[in-house]
C-alpha cells in the first residue's frame, strides 16, 4: 500500500521544493507537412500528455481561440499551432482515438476550445483532476499536483504570454512544453502507484 498523498500544499511548501522543467527535445509544427512528418510516433504513442494555451485575456467577458495544443511523448514533446485550421483538422484522429490516452488537467474546456475550431469526438482523455480527488487531494491544479505527486516545482513564468504569435520564444516553448509533460509524469507516477 503506497503512503498517502497530502491533501494541499502551501505556498511556502511548494517554494521549497526543487524547480524543474521538460528537457527532453521540443517539436513545433506549424504545418500540415510538419505534422505529417510526426504523426506516426504520434499515433504509437499509448500516453499523450495534453495541454492547449490560449492568448490571455485581460478583460472579463473576452476569450481568444486555442492557438497551441501540446502532446507530450516519451521521447518528445510537441507543440501543434492550431491556429493553422490544417493542423488541428490533422491532429483529429489522435483526438478521436480511445485506445490512446490523452491525459491532463481540466482537459473539458481544452477540448470545448478546441472542438469550437475543429469538430471532433473526443475519446480517450483522462481528467488528472478526478482521479486525484478521488484520492483526497484538495489542490488539484497541475502546479499543485505536480508538487504534491511529483515533489517538484514547476515554473508558471510564460503563463500570460502571447500564444498567438507565429513565433513562440524559447521560455514559451519550454514552459508549454513543461505542462504536458508534467502531466504525463503524474499520470506515468499514479499508474505506476496503482492510482489508475
Known sequence: MSEPFIQRITKEALALLPQKHYEGPIVLISDVATFSQHAAVLRNEPIL??????????????????????????????????????????????????????????????????????????????ELAQITRKLGIVNTGLRNLTAIILKIRISKSAQMSDWSSTQLSPSQKLYAATDAWAAREIYRKLSALGHV
Request: glycine residues 6%; charged residues 20%; positive net charge.
Open 49 to 126: 500528455g495534453f495541454d492547449t494555451e490560449s492568448k490571455p485575456t485581460f478583460r472579463s467577458g473576452d476569450r481568444h481561440p486555442v492557438s497551441l495544443m501540446q502532446l507530450a511523448t516519451q521521447s518528445a514533446v510537441y507543440l501543434l499551432q492550431v491556429s493553422n485550421p490544417g493542423v488541428l483538422l490533422a491532429a483529429t484522429a489522435l483526438l478521436s482515438n480511445p485506445a490512446q490516452r490523452k491525459v491532463g488537467i481540466a482537459i473539458h474546456d481544452d477540448i470545448k476550445a478546441l472542438s469550437e475550431l475543429q469538430r471532433f469526438e473526443a475519446k480517450g482523455f483522462v
